[in-house]
């Protein structure tokens, strides 16, 4: 049975009686989220400007990613499983797999949503098209992919809780445990953290996001005069931040 009557107190002393175990679990589960994540961003980057080169080549792309991303996450995992066997590397091809849509198609949409007028401007100097792509593009449309980033970290540290049903590690084997064994202090334990861990994920990733923004930078440049108006007013102003695509 669980403990009813359970309190923050005892929640907090069984965290710190397992602190050592708890941190082990916690570093298991960022270095897997990491990994996942950080291969999708690899590969979701260059398929993201691959898109660029067509409407078909971006609609395959897109549809592949996107079928990956709609397979509930448990199938995907156990799918793995079969062919590549328990443990953390079926896990971390996991969670690549399900970060790689949110990647490609922001990228794709930030690539897209850059002003034709940038691009003739830039070929008007002599820029080659691979120095459009990443003197002006690119630049321009890094608060589409930070968005990408953010959805791709924050879908990954959910599906990482439950590792443990492929043999994975991470704060997911401290979840299962407590419902196996009905311990809810347990089941607290590694939740609370994964949630947190989430949180934390998200507004940092944030915060880099607008000071990677080329927008959010001017407008904290001061300026001459004591405000802005006309076309520096509009240059200055901060866009919304792009919704999550996918």
């Avoid at 941190?23 to 260059?46: C, I, S, T």
């Avoid at 448990?74 to 399900?98: E, R, S």
């Avoid at 347990?186 to 080329?214: F, K």
């Amino acid at each position: 049975m669980t403990e009813p009557d359970m309190t923050f107190a005892d929640f907090a002393d069984y965290f710190w009686r397992n602190r050592g175990l708890m941190g082990e679990y916690f570093l298991q589960h960022v270095q897997m989220v990491a990994a996942g994540v950080g291969l999708a961003l690899l590969a979701g980057l260059p398929l993201g400007i691959l898109c660029m080169r067509g409407r078909w080549t971006a609609r395959l792309v897109l549809a592949v990613t996107g079928i990956l991303q709609v397979v509930p996450s448990l199938a995907m995992l156990v799918l793995l499983m079969l062919w590549m066997g328990l443990g953390n590397a079926t896990v971390m091809a996991g969670l690549f797999l399900y970060s790689l849509n949110p990647i490609v198609r922001n990228t794709y949409v930030g690539l897209q949503q850059v002003s034709g007028s940038l691009i003739d401007a830039a070929r008007g100097v002599g820029m080659s098209r691979w120095q459009q792509l990443w003197r002006v593009r690119v630049p321009l449309a890094l608060p589409y992919m930070m968005t990408g980033l953010r959805v791709a970290a924050v879908i990954a540290i959910g599906v990482a809780t439950i590792a443990p049903l492929v043999g994975g590690d991470g704060l997911g084997r401290e979840v299962y445990a407590g419902i196996n064994g009905q311990n809810s202090l347990r089941i607290y334990s590694g939740a609370l953290p994964a949630a947190l861990l989430a949180i934390v994920a998200d507004i940092g990733l944030g915060a880099l996001q607008r000071r990677l923004d080329p927008a959010a930078a001017r407008s904290r440049r001061p300026r001459a005069g004591g405000g802005a108006s006309g076309k520096d007013g509009a240059d200055a102003a901060v866009p919304p931040v792009p919704k999550a695509q996918g």
